[in-house]
């Protein structure tokens, strides 16, 4: 199914595309902040993200990854992204989100997350959904139980290049 495009009260979630290279290298890929408990590194350059976002193209059709850029109605910025992606040991989907630093703490995360999971519960017909937050990372914590997730275990994740630990947290929702 080609991701579809969602509405919230402020936001709109838009499959991203090469053309929001420059953008989203601005917001948020080269910032050390946003990337600290992110599975992705930061992007040293504007070319790391073109080569993310390549794939996001490639992705746009896939029934195992769904992911948005968060497009702010009242100006228009691309301000984070985020989505579903199918885990196959767990045989469902995990949730992820990141959002440029400037509108963390705004309820932005929790307003994109719960459009991207009434999407997966009612479009992917999926009754249960995971995700996890480094355990630092506790402003994730507190959107992951916002949005109703219960705390299963502790446990571990590493960044996609498998050069960064993190001991985290991992939840689990049933809808």
């Given at each position: 199914?080609m991701?579809p495009?969602l ?26 902040d946003?990337?600290k ?7 040293q350059?504007?070319?790391d ?25 009242s ?9 579903l ?28 997350s719960?459009a991207?999971?009434?999407f997966?519960?009612y ?36 960044s ?5 630990r993190?001991?985290?947290k991992?939840?689990c929702?049933?809808?």
């Amino acid at each position: 199914m080609m991701t579809p495009v969602l509405v919230t009260e402020r936001l709109i979630l838009k499959p991203l595309k090469i053309s929001d290279a420059c953008e989203i290298y601005n917001n948020w890929t080269s910032d050390a902040d946003v990337a600290k408990f992110m599975r992705w590194n930061v992007h040293q350059s504007i070319n790391d993200t073109i080569d993310w976002l390549k794939s996001e193209e490639e992705n746009i059709y896939s029934d195992n990854i769904y992911n948005w850029g968060f497009l702010l109605k009242s100006t228009n910025d691309l301000i984070g992204s985020g989505g579903l992606i199918y885990n196959k040991d767990k045989s469902m989907f995990e949730l992820g989100y990141n959002l440029m630093k400037m509108h963390w703490g705004l309820g932005f995360a929790t307003e994109a997350s719960s459009a991207i999971l009434e999407f997966g519960k009612y479009n992917l017909k999926q009754k249960e959904f995971f995700c996890c937050h480094a355990k630092e990372n506790i402003a994730s914590e507190k959107v992951i139980k916002k949005l109703g997730f219960i705390y299963t275990k502790d446990c571990e994740y590493y960044s996609w290049d498998r050069l960064k630990r993190f001991d985290c947290k991992e939840y689990c929702l049933k809808v």
